[in-house]
Every structure is written in C-alpha cells, then in structure tokens.
C-alpha cells in the first residue's frame, strides 16, 4: 500500500501532468468552495427568513448547496481546460493575455448564462460589483492620476438613493430576494397592532 502510495505521489509530481492535475485540482476546489460558501449562507437565510417545515428547509439548503458547488466546479473546469487547448494549438505554447477572458466567457456563458437561475443572479451579480470597483481602479491606475477624495462618498450616496427610488416606485424591477429585505426593513415597520407586534415580533 505504501509503495502504491509513493508511487502515485511521484507520478503526480511529473511536470508533464501538472496542466492536466491544475484541472482536476481546480475542479475540486470550486465544487469544495462553492459548497462552503452556500451551505453557511442558505443554513443561516433558511432559519431567519424562510417558512416552513425542518425538512423542507433541510431540502432547500442541500439543493442550493450542491447547485452552487457544480457550478463553481463545473465552471473552473471548462475555464481551465479551455485555458490549457488554447495553449496547445499554438506552436510557442504560450498563452495570451485575451485568452482568460475567452475562456471565462466561454465557460460563464455555458455555466451561468443559460440559466437566469436566482442562484445565479446572486453570483454574477456579486462579481458585477467586484468588477466593475476592479474597472475604475484599473482606469485610476492607467491614467496616472488619484481619484478624488469624495469618490466612494458619492458612489454610496447614488447607489443607495437609486435603490430607495426604485424600491419605492418600481419595486418588481429588483431582485425578489432584496425586494424581502427591503419589505422587512420600510414597509413592515410601518405597522403594528400592540406592544407585541411593535418590538418583539414583525407581525
């Protein structure tokens, strides 16, 4: 068994198969991340918000789970292996700064974009955000120059004015999931009947 052991641990040190283990490593990370990161956030979503019975919750969180898991999973597959075909077809083998963004448009597309899944609102959009701050920095960066002081003071202030706007008199154009939240926070809080309703519960 040892010897079984150390043999495959050297195989799999060959340089010549590490392209081809980054895959199935990478695979394996996206499906163990995706899995931390909704299991923790559907656990704790499904006890606050969420109606129903232990089990039906229980049901809900392990399909958002796995969904998530194999969709990260399934998405650093396809990213990392169109990565490594790019590479192959050219003689130098070399790969090109364009070619990660061919591959995640590829794999988004495939993975994210034919579904219009809540779930995958919820991750694209976390990362619209993340890439469009990521945009504006890479802008300040380019042109030499340092953004001005009041910058995220405005940015904040804009966003959270559209969104009190759009809440108040458009609210089916948002996310069902923050059209909740928002609920719970400006609309429930204008009722009550008794003490009770007042502090201790919503309704």
Known sequence: MN??????????????????????KGTRNGI???AKVRFAHEVV???LFRKGNLKQKIIQILQATRK??????SFVFIYKSILLIL???????????????????IAGY???????????????LYLFA???IGCSKLIVKKTNSNAPSWTWAAFASIVWGLVMWLFKHEPETLQLSLQSSMQY?????????????LIWHNK
């Open 45 to 47: 979503i499904s006890i």
């Open 110 to 124: 495939w993975i994210f974009g034919r579904e219009n899944s809540s779930l995958n609102q919820q991750i694209v």
């Open 185 to 197: 926070l400006y609309v429930d809080s204008e009722r009550w009947n008794d003490l009770r309703t």
């Open 3 to 24: 010897s079984s052991l150390k043999i495959i641990n050297e195989t799999i040190k060959l340089g010549s198969l590490q392209p081809f283990l980054a895959i199935l």
């Open 87 to 105: 590479k192959l077809l050219r003689s130098t083998k070399i790969e090109k700064s364009y070619d990660t963004f061919i591959a995640g448009l």
């Open 130 to 132: 993340r890439v469009a």
């Open 68 to 73: 998530h898991a194999t969709n990260l999973g």
């Open 32 to 34: 163990v991340y995706g």
